[in-house]
């Protein structure tokens, strides 16, 4: 299957960026022939908009890249990721009829996140994270989904959704957690909020909300996010999917030490 497959099975864009310049580099030992194999023929096999914004700032640092080619790939990146939903699905539906698919996103093995960062009055983040119906459908009776890394005071976390049995009421329901990556044995005292956009108002609602003192490796979160079994969460009138698409953000905060 080749790099510009929309069903690659890679688990980030980030990943299919590695790959390449590790190619390149091993195919073009000089950098001027690598230069310009990336930019006029490589580049166009990495869907630079779906990479994370971490990986995007080491693109402007990368010397494999002209510089001016590494500027309008990351640029294009970025105001693709601030552009409006319907903006985005616009871009994606004109370039499924080309050969051109930097728009289209792949089945990445980890999903991607939007992510907005503060570093003041406290070190902040906001995640959002988008699924499918269809991918929450096939979660039952036991499945999970993981979401792409993203950065919090130096430190990876993640978000996974699962479809697990609540303990109280013995029925399949929505889980959703909050874990830290394993690296290091330093520890985060996070508070942390989740909410999801409903019906019919679809603004965002606040379902859950605590704090939680991370080691790496370690989870939070919680079994039944929205108090509903599972066949209510994924019906055809469920108040969870906006135009089929189930719509999570998570507030992260560093808890200020009293």
Known sequence: MSTNSDDLQIASEDAVYDFVLKWARAQYPKLEDRREVLGSHLAQYIRFPYMTCRKLKKVLTCNDFDQDVASKLVLEALFYKADAP???RSLAAEESVTSNRRFIERAYKYRPVKVVEFELPRQQCVVYLDLKREECVNLFPSGRVYSQAFHLGGQGFFLSAHCNMDQQSSFHCLGLFLGMQEKGSASFA????????????EEFVCKYKG?????????VGYRNLFAVPWTSFVAEDSIYFINGILHLRAELTIRLCS
């Open 211 to 219: 704090n939680y003192t991370f080691i790496g490796g370690k989870a």
């Open 190 to 201: 996070v508070d942390y909020e989740f909410a999801a956009r409903l019906k019919p108002t």
């Open 86 to 88: 319907y903006r985005q």
